[in-house]
Nanobody, 123 residues
C-alpha cells in the first residue's frame, strides 16, 4: 500500500510554471505505476500523466502533452509533475495515485490516492 501526499499547488498566471510533488510512504512505491489526475469543479476526474515503476515509460493526456512532464525518484519515494505553459483550463485539483496495474489510465484501477493539491491558473 502507498499513501501519497501531494504538494506544490498554487495560484499562477497563464504561461507560468509549477512543479507538483507527491511523496508516498509505503514499501510498494518502487513497484507501483504512479499517476497524476485532475478534477475541475463540475467535471469528472481525468487522467493527466503516468509513469511506470522503473521510470522508463510515460504516458500523457493529449491536453498536456508537450507542456507537462512526469518524473520520479524511487530513492525518495517521490513523483513529480512539472507543468509549463499553464493555461486557465488547467485549473483543477490535482491528485497523485498509485496502482499495481500496469500502465493504466483508468482512475478506477488506482487504489491509493492523495488528498490533492489545488492549481489555479488565472488568465
Amino acid at each position: 500500500q502507498v499513501d501519497p501526499v501531494e504538494s506544490g499547488g498554487g495560484l499562477v498566471q497563464a504561461g507560468d510554471s509549477l512543479r507538483l510533488s507527491c511523496v508516498a510512504s509505503g514499501q510498494t512505491f518502487d513497484r507501483s505505476t504512479m499517476g497524476w489526475f485532475r478534477q475541475a469543479p463540475g467535471k469528472e476526474r481525468e487522467f493527466v500523466a503516468l509513469m511506470s515503476w522503473d521510470g522508463l515509460i510515460t504516458s500523457y493526456a493529449d491536453s498536456v502533452k508537450g507542456r507537462f512532464t512526469i518524473s520520479r525518484d524511487n530513492a525518495k519515494n517521490t513523483v513529480y509533475l512539472q507543468m509549463n505553459s499553464l493555461k486557465p483550463e488547467d485549473t483543477a485539483m490535482y491528485y497523485c495515485a498509485a496502482t499495481q496495474a500496469y500502465l493504466t489510465r483508468r482512475n478506477l484501477d488506482y487504489t491509493d490516492w492523495g488528498q490533492g493539491t489545488q492549481v489555479t491558473v488565472s488568465s
